[in-house]
């Protein structure tokens, strides 16, 4: 099997989805608590708040909507990388605003490093977060540079 640098990157970025997927499962859980405890965990009252609340409301509402469906947007986009989809970059280009919106790296080592080694800095953290950014884009754009060349493997 020939493996390209197109299915390297596919692959690593597969690899980095489905350890947001574990992390997500595991970790950052307690960000949300003290509002899911705040609503009871009733939908009834998520609704109510998104059409009562104001702008505020909607904002934590769409906020939290955006929070709940990062998990299912992770394992579609695991699931391009891995079947090299053709979807695969357009997917993850238009996910990158899911990312700005909740500040999850693409990288995911990153903050699992951070959280392990106690070092969480305001600085530390938007710089890795920029920097996994310029990683995951450049390395999409050099993916859809050799698609659009005929370089690399066929996608499905």
């Known amino acids: 099997m020939n493996i390209t640098a197109k299915n390297k990157i596919f692959y690593f970025w597969g690899?980095?989805?489905?350890?947001?997927?574990?992390?997500?499962?595991?970790?950052?859980?307690?960000?949300?608590?003290?509002?899911?405890?705040?609503?009871?965990?009733?939908?009834?009252?998520?609704?109510?708040?998104?059409?009562?609340?104001?702008?505020n409301g909607i904002l934590a509402g769409l906020?939290?909507?955006?929070?709940?469906?990062?998990?299912?947007?992770?394992?579609?986009?695991?699931?391009?990388?891995?079947?090299?989809?053709?979807?695969?970059?357009?997917?993850?280009?238009?996910?990158?605003?899911?990312r700005l919106l909740t500040m999850s790296c693409s990288v995911t080592l990153f903050p699992m490093i951070i959280v392990g080694l106690g070092m969480s800095v305001i600085p530390l953290n938007i710089t890795l977060f920029v920097f996994s950014e310029i990683v995951k884009i450049g390395s999409l754009i050099f993916v859809m540079k050799r698609l659009s060349t005929g370089g690399g493997a066929e996608t499905k």
């Open 15 to 55: 690899i980095m989805d489905v350890i947001g997927i574990v992390f997500y499962s595991i970790g950052p859980y307690h960000l949300l608590q003290s509002w899911w405890d705040s609503t009871g965990g009733n939908f009834g009252v998520i609704i109510f708040m998104l059409i009562a609340g104001g702008i």
């Open 63 to 98: 906020f939290y909507l955006v929070y709940l469906l990062w998990p299912v947007s992770l394992c579609f986009s695991a699931w391009f990388f891995f079947s090299t989809h053709r979807y695969a970059v357009r997917f993850a280009l238009a996910q990158e605003l899911l």
